[in-house]
């Protein structure tokens, strides 16, 4: 995994997240659709101009809590596949500071008026979103499953 440029050092081990933050009844995927929603939020918000729903969007995704299903509970980490899962733990403290901190950058200067840059952290937040998935996407189990019924349907 390639840090994204300005994401500076990484403070936090993935356990140090996961420890310090609210659990909720969620699956990972879950989670993943709601930060989804949060950043099409944000980007009516650039769109409309409106740093208020920015900011509701980026407070969403800065305090989301940790997937109590699936990444903290019992059959954590069925999400991917077994021989993914250190890598993808050791990769999140990135991924999850790129998101949280430029939603917090993108939310600050939207209400300072600076709509540019505003947009430009945003953008940043979809760069470290499709960095990720360009990674691991393909090594969930959902995925994996899918690419089975295909090649079985494919003979």
């Not at 650039?46 to 109590?68: G, K, S, V």
Request: charge should be positive; proline fraction near 4%; include cysteine.
């Amino acid at each position: 995994i390639t840090p994204l440029a300005g994401s500076g050092s990484l403070a936090k081990t993935f356990e140090q997240i996961v420890k310090g933050r609210a659990k909720a009844n969620i699956t990972f995927k879950e989670l993943m659709q709601i930060a989804s929603s949060e950043t099409m939020r944000m980007f009516d918000g650039f769109m409309r101009q409106n740093y208020l729903q920015i900011e509701l969007a980026a407070n969403t995704l800065d305090n989301h809590p940790m997937p109590a299903k699936d990444v903290t509970g019992p059959g954590q980490w069925m999400f991917l596949v077994p021989e993914k899962r250190e890598e993808f733990k050791a990769a999140m403290p990135h991924f999850e500071k790129s998101v949280h901190g430029y939603a917090r950058e993108a939310a600050k200067l939207s209400k300072e008026g600076k709509w540019e840059e505003g947009y430009a952290a945003y953008q940043k937040i979809i760069a470290g979103c499709v960095q990720c998935h360009l990674v691991f996407k393909e090594w969930t189990m959902d995925n994996q499953a899918l690419k089975k019924i295909k090649a079985a349907a494919g003979k």
